[in-house]
């Protein structure tokens, strides 16, 4: 196969995604518990997450805007509370902050600038992290996210957005994720070439059907393949 460019998942492939979403749970009710106890108290961290999910379910128009959804949470949260003017902007600070205080795993970004030197990357998301903030957005040609587009992964219409952003047919590009499901499957039925980043060395799931183009314990793995398949 020949690759003339990248489209890149974020969460779980360049870093951990759990740990900061953990941590922006915490941060979040913690400033509750000082500034709106009565909030903190009817809406503990399990209690919120559970009124996300009731929200996720009941809002299927916003599957692809994880950041309008939690905004809705958070005004349901406080209107059960009696509080009908909740910060908004105040909370998605506090959330959006710890959410992108990652932390990129150590093979993460020494691949991704030996990548980039010779190929074009798109960062391909269905979440809300933030390139500018984490501060790597130096090295992606383009940002496409589910919130932007209106269609998430495996949707194929969110991978030929990011085909035709980057000027490269889908058959010339490779996905590179390590969701089998969202990242494998749906790049492949968009037509791209696929690289799974599988970390804990599973076995592919054969219900999905063939296996990916690449199976990599890491992005060291995909930059070394890179390298001995250049693009000229
Ligand atoms: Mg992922």
Not at 22 to 30: I, K, N, P, V
Not at 120 to 137: F, M
Not at 148 to 170: M, Y
């Amino acid at each position: 196969m020949r690759i003339l460019a990248l489209t890149l998942d974020l969460d779980d492939t360049l870093w951990p995604v759990m740990p900061a979403l953990e941590r922006a749970d915490r941060e979040l009710d913690a400033y509750l518990r000082e500034h709106y106890p009565s909030v903190a108290h009817a809406w503990p961290i399990p209690a919120m997450r559970e009124l996300r999910a009731k929200v996720a379910l009941e809002r299927p128009d916003l599957a692809h805007d994880f950041t309008a959804q939690r905004h809705i949470t958070l005004q349901q949260a406080f209107a059960a509370c009696g509080i009908d003017d909740a910060p908004l902007d105040t909370l998605w600070g506090i959330y959006f902050t710890a959410r992108n205080s990652v932390e990129l795993y150590p093979d993460s970004l020494p691949a991704l600038e030996r990548i980039t030197t010779h190929w074009p990357v798109a960062s391909l998301t269905n979440g809300n992290a933030d390139l500018e903030q984490i501060g790597i957005r130096v090295h992606f040609a383009h940002h496409i996210c589910a919130r932007d587009t209106g269609s998430l992964k495996p949707d194929r219409r969110i991978f030929h957005l990011a085909a035709e952003q980057l000027g490269i047919a889908p058959g010339n590009i490779l996905h590179v994720g390590d969701d089998p499901e969202l990242d494998v499957v749906g790049a492949r039925n968009a037509g791209l070439r696929t690289a799974w980043i599988n970390r804990t060395g599973r076995h592919w799931p054969k219900a999905l059907g063939a296996a990916p183009d690449l199976d990599l314990r890491d992005m060291t793995a995909l930059a070394d393949w890179l390298d001995a398949h250049p693009p000229a």
